[in-house]
T-cell receptor
Framework: AQKITQTQPGMFVQEKEAVTLDCTYD???????LFWYKQPSSGEMIFLIY??????QNATEGRYSLNFQKARKSANLVISASQLGDSAMYFC???????????FGTGTLLAVQP | DAGVTQSPTHLIKTRGQQVTLRCSPI?????VSWYQQVLGQGPQFIFQ???????GRGNFPDRFSARQFPNYSSELNVNALLLGDSALYLC?????????????FGPGTRLLVL
């Protein structure tokens, strides 16, 4: 069965500092993908970054990078130089198999303090 | 280009009623998926439609149904509403149906069942 675990219900970070949001996964699919989404209080899910299971390098998108450790089944999101606008809920999601069904974790609420 | 749009934005229904939610994908996207997000949880997959055919279904009762039209827009129908159906319903679109396809979400429809 596919499963995503996010063990940090909430985190605080000072503005301009880096923060790591944890995500571990479990899947029996030989090929799969890991996604991170940001959900502000408005509710819309905003795509941040994607990592494929066979990608040789860790994904990066601007201030976002994904620390992918396949053997440990972890896909942590690193946000560098945090901004006040980064305050939101962050979800890790797993995709695999014949459809693009996503399995989401329970999320981490990030608060950026000035 | 316009993003994923959903209507209505908010809806209040009473138990036993029926509801129809609508979604228009990003232009050129052929896959539409529906998710239910109960307060405090991550989104749960309901359906995926690709090229007007159902390609995936989550663990939801038969009261939930959906369809996709020739222009790739989609409707989600929920019959015999229960209090537990109160949630944010998210629609997501992607160009194709594979797991590696990034899904882009709409703003959601907030359904309250009284």
């Amino acid at each position: 069965a596919q499963k995503i675990t996010q063990t940090q219900p909430g985190m605080f970070v000072q503005e301009k500092e880096a923060v790591t949001l944890d995500c571990t996964y479990d899947t029996s699919d030989p090929s799969y993908g890991l996604f991170w989404y940001k959900q502000p209080s408005s509710g819309e899910m905003i795509f941040l970054i994607y990592q494929g299971s066979y990608d040789q390098q860790n994904a990066t998108e601007g201030r976002y990078s994904l620390n992918f450790q396949k053997a440990r089944k972890s896909a942590n999101l690193v946000i560098s130089a945090s901004q006040l606008g980064d305050s939101a809920m962050y979800f890790c999601a797993l995709g695999g198999g014949a459809t693009n069904k996503l399995i989401f974790g329970t999320g981490t609420l990030l608060a950026v303090q000035p | 280009d316009a993003g994923v749009t959903q209507s209505p934005t908010h809806l209040i229904k009473t138990r036993g009623q029926q509801v129809t939610l609508r979604c228009s994908p990003i232009s050129g996207h052929k896959s539409v998926s529906w998710y239910q997000q109960v307060l405090g949880q991550g989104p749960q997959f309901i359906f995926q439609y690709y090229e007007k055919e159902e390609r995936g279904r989550g663990n939801f009762p038969d009261r939930f149904s959906a369809r996709q039209f020739p222009n790739y827009s989609s409707e989600l129908n929920v019959n015999a509403l229960l209090l537990g159906d109160s949630a944010l319903y998210l629609c997501a679109s992607s160009p194709g149906r594979g797991f590696q396809e990034t899904q882009y979400f709409g703003p959601g429809t907030r359904l309250l069942v009284l």
